[in-house]
């Protein structure tokens, strides 16, 4: 299959599936802002009551992670491999710190998912064993608690500057390798990308934030 | 002559040394005296060579040819940007009048994987003919001359058509991408034919065979930095990237 193998076609698997974790990030951080609302826990126990769906979500989730980090690392070795040798002076015009690292940020966010996961959904990291005795988790509780070591809300933050980072090249990079883009868009895009990915870092900070300095407490 | 004379400069170069394919390369020092601010670069590079020459030692060997900008022979790095960083200025239309007294320069060859180093400066860019050897036409019988305005171009495609045809060849998009890529190359070329009624008839297989050629020739992915638009000396626009892209997507489906 072209799309598998080709240059243009693997850059199309790279954007749609990005798009697919925008959307995701997006309808997460709807999610979680139901903390300021009070309405957390019941938005877990509603997600909870839908076993079936969970997984498949959870599935698909997968599915796209796996594939925008396994043809990331792909294409990045490839490029490597097309450019080996290096400038004895090197002066970028228009690449940024965040286009060049893509694949850092990348996965830095991929190991940040796994510690989330093993935090929040498995529930194996020291900050929430207390909840191994309890039937029903109090995820309002889980979160406040957790948050309130200033260590943890360090990395959350750390994560989400990554998430910035490769944000403000992946969302104007979607849409260019999408096809969706003239000379009128490119610079608007550039702005966008940064804008939404700034929105997106804070939002998601504000959360961990908040409870750090005691704004919302149990 | 005395106010000619006291412009002039002196410039320190370092210069990508490299006796041929395989021999191991490095950046050798030679100073450029006397060095006028209305040079072209490539006349600056002829002088020290003629100085060279006159020591009985190797010149430099650098590409070039018409040297207006226009053959896209010329193909240095200057202070590690190709062409040397002035907007829209090949190498050849580049003068020395941009320097200064006492500058140093480094003047590197293209590098990616795609162009072996043939000599000092010169690589090897039969990469990119091979890619336009793919698919970089149209196919029809020639005959006897067309009735003019027989195929009509509506204005704006002929315009969009002649912006992508503006593209030398010379590879400084590929010399600047941090990939290696020539996504700019092709894309110029694909889109150029793409939206001209004589090539849209093989629009889809052109994309496919030049983007596979691409590949195939050791040139790496884009991943959207546009340092190929901001080094290119004709100002190739990264928009035709997008329609390439475009393209592809359609003949996907085809």
């Known amino acids: 299959m072209r799309i598998f193998n080709s240059t243009v076609g693997r850059k199309l698997l790279m954007s749609i599936s990005g798009q697919l974790l925008i959307i995701f990030v997006l309808i997460h951080l709807a999610g979680n802002s139901t903390i300021y609302f009070g309405w957390i826990n019941a938005y877990a126990e509603h997600l909870h009551s839908m076993p079936p769906v969970v997984w498949v979500f959870r599935a698909i989730m997968l599915a796209i992670v796996g594939t925008h980090i396994c043809y990331g690392v792909l294409l990045t070795l490839e490029n490597k491999a097309a450019n080996p040798t290096n400038y004895a002076v090197k002066r970028q015009l228009k690449a940024s710190f965040a286009s060049e690292n893509m694949i850092w940020t990348g996965l830095l966010l991929a190991a940040f998912i796994v510690y989330h996961l093993l935090q929040f959904t498995a529930k194996m990291t020291p900050d929430v064993a207390w909840t191994s005795n309890q039937a029903v988790v109090d995820v309002f509780k889980m979160v406040v608690t957790s948050f309130s070591n200033a260590g943890i809300v360090v990395v959350y933050a750390l994560a989400m500057v990554m998430l910035f980072l490769h944000l403000s090249h992946g969302i104007p990079s979607f849409l260019q390798t999408m096809g969706w883009n003239n000379d009128k868009t490119i610079p608007v895009y550039g702005t966008a990308g940064k804008v939404i990915s700034a929105f997106l870092m804070l939002a998601y900070i504000s959360i961990p934030a908040t409870i750090l300095v005691g704004l919302l407490k149990l | 002559m005395s106010a000619h004379t006291s412009n002039t400069m002196t410039i320190t170069l370092h210069v990508w040394r490299q006796a041929g394919p395989n021999a191991p390369g490095k950046l050798e020092q030679y100073e450029a005296k006397n060095v006028s601010p209305d040079q072209s670069f490539l006349e600056m590079l002829d002088e020290v060579n003629e100085d060279l020459i006159k020591a009985g030692k190797d010149p430099i060997a650098f590409d070039h040819d018409c040297r207006e900008g226009i053959c896209g022979m010329c193909s240095s790095v200057i202070n590690g940007v190709p062409h040397g960083g002035q907007v829209r200025t090949t190498a050849c239309q580049l003068h020395m009048r941009t320097f200064k007294d006492g500058d140093a320069i480094y003047i590197e060859p293209w590098r990616a994987k795609a162009f072996p180093i043939i000599k000092d400066l010169i690589v090897d860019r039969n990469a990119l003919e091979r890619i336009t050897q793919a698919g970089g036409y149209t196919s029809c019988h020639t005959g006897g001359v067309p009735d003019g305005n027989a195929i009509l171009v509506p204005k704006p495609d002929a315009d969009y058509a002649m912006d992508a045809a503006e593209c030398i060849g010379c590879g400084a ?81 085809k």
């Open chain 2, 173 to 253: 998009c590929v010399a600047a991408c941090p990939n290696g890529s020539a996504m700019l190359y092709t894309s110029a070329k694909v889109a150029q034919l793409a939206v001209l009624p004589q090539g849209k008839a093989e629009a889809a297989e052109r994309v496919c065979a030049m983007v596979d050629a691409m590949q195939e020739n050791g040139f790496g992915n884009c991943s959207n930095h546009y340092e190929c638009q901001a080094a290119c000396p004709k100002g190739i626009s990264v928009k035709f990237i997008a329609k390439l892209n475009r393209e592809y997507q359609k003949a996907l489906f």
